[in-house]
């Protein structure tokens, strides 16, 4: 890429080209890519062409969209905002009511089989999905209209992931995930309560650079994110290892940041990239067991919002080991008069042996002065 | 004048008492291995080497050093006339270091897993622990292969022998090689123990000193032996031979003393010597055992006198043991942390002298190991270079 290009950037973006090259590096590395990615990402990225984005919001809080625009990265959301034509997303939107729809209706016409979809929030069914309508259009309709023409669907936060929360019994409502009801194409889900950004973020960069998605697990899930248990890379996973574990809330094992699996972490059950990645950019220790909280498994589909958050996890495969160290350390103790004696006794024995050999040379030797020659 | 099985009763006072403690360690041993090193040691982590890798390995290795300091007097230094004391010194070698060696076994915790060691893909080659012991396992090795000819001589026709004979030279470099090597890195074993180890005793030339003082243990325990056996089988005393040998050790122990306190005068510790309470007595005590038998050896009257001989050596051996209980766990600071062997450990290191004295009887018995008189005639040790070629050839 030319430095043309790259003071394109710097204006349209409002980045330097120091920030710009270190985010696409980051992307990359995020998402695993090998050498060579970043620069086709700073390409992708640089390029004049936007891919328009249609973002649905159903049965959920908004709490994906918050925690993305709050992404401290620098400048991400002009990134976000800039890189892709964000055409319709309720909480964004400068326009209201029908002219929001009719602007929706006009992009997909415009950008049929181009555009991506995101969704962020379930679905529900029961009742032919009376429960949610937006515009007078139930929230099953709209999602199955918007997915005909879209070149891909992101299934963003664990509620159009899986269902979430609002899936969670009795579900009165019948709330269900994106990849329940659009079967006829692949459906990236990013789970998470909220998902993390940078997923969501990652796996757009991979879209718009390559012009398919990244690898999915079986859920849907990119595996660069969540092939991992949280418990293989948490920071406390050491602590799981020696057996020092927070026994309640506020005991000195939970102060000195000890493995919070007694207190119900379900690290051991859930797989995301949190502990690789953490939360909100404020740095190390930036997610729910670096404060302290076990993990709640909010990403992972019949343990978050299903299982009592204090609830003991189930460990997948990475078990406790069968016995722990002493905390204790034995010192050991001096001498004990048993083992003296016997020291004594065996000097005692050497020196007394050692002083009749000796006697007895003497007399070898007188014997043989004598007897010699 | 040859090499011959001593012959005789195999069932004797001394080999029963030693078949007895064999046993009683053998017991120790198993049980050890089935409930851990806590069922059987007073070992902590704050004293993770006790008396077993203190006396069984560091300072057994070291009073079987006899056949390192024979073979590098006889081959290297080309003494032809020491040569009937080689392969005495050889076997009280080869037993005191396969069972030093052995006994490293008895101190890993995780004993099934002694094999990673020396195996590549497991082993540490960056380790000086490694060094150690993977020189001691090779130089057993070594010593075996040294000693066959006694096993062919006894067992196969001749033509093996000559075969063995023409690449022995190999093995007899690598016997003196290996024991240089790793008698050494014993001393530099103590670096990393660094300001917890006295300054006494934490000094630069810990590599020397240690292989100086194995040499002097070595040399103490082919005297001693000698002393013993041809005591202990009436035979006739090597005192002759001895007494050249002793001019020998006196060298090495002037080497070690000059080593030792010019050493601490080039660090400027020299005061250290005298101010260290407790520790200046042990260093002062050490010191004057490696210095007696300098006074003992220096008449020509004492060194013919086997009491003299006798007591010297017994000095010497005295000497470079306490040097390396000294170093290895008296002169070391560990706040906090307490060790004493229990009973089961010191019956362990018991046996294992027990093994070493059965094993010596037995093989002096059974194998040609030791000079023996023709029938009736005295033994003179003046072997000349074609008598040594033909006692190798033997």
């Known amino acids: 890429m030319n430095d043309d290009s790259l003071t394109a950037i710097e204006t349209k973006l409002g980045l330097s080209r120091r920030s710009f090259m270190q985010f696409c590096t980051a992307m990359a590395a995020t998402m695993g890519l090998p050498k060579g990615a970043d620069a086709e990402i700073a390409q992708a990225i640089a390029s004049p062409h936007r891919p328009p984005v249609i973002w649905l919001h159903f049965q959920e809080c908004t709490g994906c969209t918050e925690s993305l625009l709050r992404a401290d990265h620098p400048t991400l959301d002009a990134l976000i905002l800039d890189v892709i034509s964000l055409d319709y997303h309720e909480t964004l939107f400068a326009a209201a009511g029908h002219q929001a729809e009719a602007a929706r209706k006009a992009s997909m016409a415009a950008n049929k089989g181009k555009y991506v979809l995101i969704v962020e929030g379930a679905i529900p069914v029961k009742d032919g999905g009376i429960y949610c309508k937006i515009g007078g259009q139930t929230a099953l309709d709209m999602v199955k209209e918007c997915a005909a023409g879209a070149a891909a669907v992101i299934a963003i936060g664990s509620c159009a992931a899986w269902g979430g929360m609002p899936s969670t019994g009795p579900n009165p409502t019948g709330s269900t995930g994106v990849p329940e009801i659009i079967k006829d194409k692949p459906v990236v889900t990013i789970p998470g309560c909220p998902a993390s950004p940078y997923n969501l973020l990652s796996t757009v960069v991979h879209f718009l650079t390559f012009g398919k998605l990244p690898e999915l697990d079986e859920k849907g899930r990119p595996k660069f994110a969540y092939s991992r248990l949280i418990h293989e890379n948490c920071e406390r996973r050491a602590h799981f290892d020696a057996g020092r574990f927070a026994q309640e809330f506020g005991d000195e094992g939970h102060r000195k940041g000890f493995c919070l699996y007694k207190l119900g972490c379900k690290g051991p059950e859930t797989y995301a990239n949190c502990p690789s990645i953490l939360f909100g950019d404020v740095g190390s220790g930036s997610w729910p067991v670096g404060t302290g909280h076990p993990c709640i498994g909010c990403s992972e589909q019949g343990i978050g919002f299903t299982k009592p958050i204090h609830a003991l996890a189930e460990p997948k495969y990475i078990l406790p080991p069968v016995s722990y160290p002493r905390i204790v350390e034995e010192q050991g103790q001096g001498v004990s008069v048993a083992s003296a004696a016997v020291v004594a006794g065996i000097a005692g024995a050497a020196l007394g042996a050692g002083v009749v050999m000796g006697r007895n040379l003497g007399k070898d030797k007188d014997d043989k002065s004598t007897g010699k020659d | ?394």
Request: with cysteine.
């Open chain 2, 1 to 394: 004048m040859k090499i011959a099985p001593l012959g005789g009763p195999l069932i004797t006072k001394t080999t029963v008492t030693a078949a007895i403690l064999t046993v009683l360690m053998a017991g120790l041993i198993l049980y050890r291995f089935v409930f851990g090193l806590g069922a059987v040691t007073n070992l902590n982590n704050g004293y993770p080497f006790g008396l077993w890798i203190v006396y069984d390995l560091v300072i057994g290795t070291a009073f079987a050093c006899g056949g390192y300091g024979m073979a590098l007097l006889v081959y290297v230094l080309n003494k032809g006339e020491y040569h009937a004391l080689v392969r005495p010194a050889l076997l009280a070698s080869m037993f005191g270091y396969t069972l030093g060696g052995v006994s490293v076994i008895f101190d890993i915790g995780r004993w099934w897993n002694a094999w990673h060691i020396i195996t590549p893909g497991w082993a540490n080659p960056t380790s000086v622990m490694f060094e150690v012991g993977a020189c001691i396992t090779l130089y057993c090795l070594v010593m075996w292969i040294e000693f066959t000819p006694a096993f062919l001589e006894k067992w196969a026709p001749p033509k093996s022998r000559k075969a063995l004979g023409k690449v022995m030279y190999v093995f007899i470099a690598l016997g003196v090689l290996l024991p240089t090597m790793h008698q050494s890195s014993l001393g530099t074993l103590l670096v990393p123990f660094g300001f917890r180890l006295h300054p006494l005793w934490q000094t630069h030339l810990l590599p020397p000193l240690f292989l100086i003082s194995a040499l002097c243990m070595g040399y103490a325990m082919v005297v001693f032996e000698a002393t013993l056996v041809s005591k202990a089988y009436r035979r006739p005393s090597e005192a002759d031979l001895l007494a050249r040998l002793s001019k020998y050790i006196s060298g090495l122990l002037v080497a070690y003393l000059a080593l030792r306190w010019g050493g601490l005068a080039v660090e400027g510790k020299l005061a250290l010597a005298f101010d260290s309470g407790g520790l200046s007595t042990m260093f002062l005590f050490e010191n004057l055992l490696f210095a007696l038998p300098i006074l003992l050896l220096s008449s020509d009257k004492g060194r013919r006198n086997p009491q003299t001989l006798f007591i010297a050596a017994v000095c010497m051996l005295l000497a470079g043991s306490l040097y390396r209980l000294d170093a290895f766990l008296l002169a070391t600071d560990r706040p906090g942390w307490h060790y004493f062997p229990a009973i089961g450990e010191i019956l362990v290191s018991v046996g294992i002298v027990a093994v070493e004295v059965l094993a010596y009887v037995v093989f002096v018995k059974m194998l040609p190991v030791l000079e023996v008189a023709d029938e009736g005639g005295p033994v003179l040790h003046t072997v000349k270079r074609a008598d040594l070629a033909a006692t190798t050839q033997e």
